[in-house]
């Protein structure tokens, strides 16, 4: 199982970022995805989840109206659209799912909003 995120950076409050998780060696199709961030002295979060199919998305309450969760069975890729990002947002982000009792994480991405 390989999760490999990619698309984050640096970027100005107020700015947009599209993050990508690829995923391989297993049925990405039949799983819930998620993503999670973690900064320095935070707890991780869980910022958002998508079902199998995308019918149902969640959200942390924190991101709610900025950011978009989606993603793409044909490509097995889950997407994580980031607008209206603010200093407070700054963090490694990271894919992750769950399946037979195993947790897989990605590897993160680093997310920088500062000016």
């Known amino acids: 199982v390989q999760l490999v995120e990619s698309g984050g950076g640096l970027v100005q409050p107020g700015g947009s970022l599209r993050l990508s998780c690829a995923a391989s060696?297993?049925?990405?199709?039949?799983?819930?995805m998620s993503w999670y961030r973690h900064s320095p002295g935070k707890v991780r979060e869980l910022v958002a989840s998508?079902?199998?199919?995308?019918?149902?998305?969640n959200y942390a309450d924190s991101v709610k109206g900025r950011f978009t969760i989606s993603r793409d069975n044909t490509k097995n890729t889950v997407y994580l659209q980031m607008n209206s990002l603010q200093p407070e947002d700054t963090a490694v982000y990271s894919c992750?799912?769950?399946?037979?009792?195993?947790?897989?994480w990605g590897q993160g991405t680093q997310v920088t909003v500062s000016s």
């Open positions: 992750y799912t769950r399946f037979l009792g195993t947790d897989y």
């Open positions: 060696g297993f049925r990405f199709s039949a799983y819930v």
């Open positions: 998508i079902t199998s199919f995308g019918s149902t998305t």
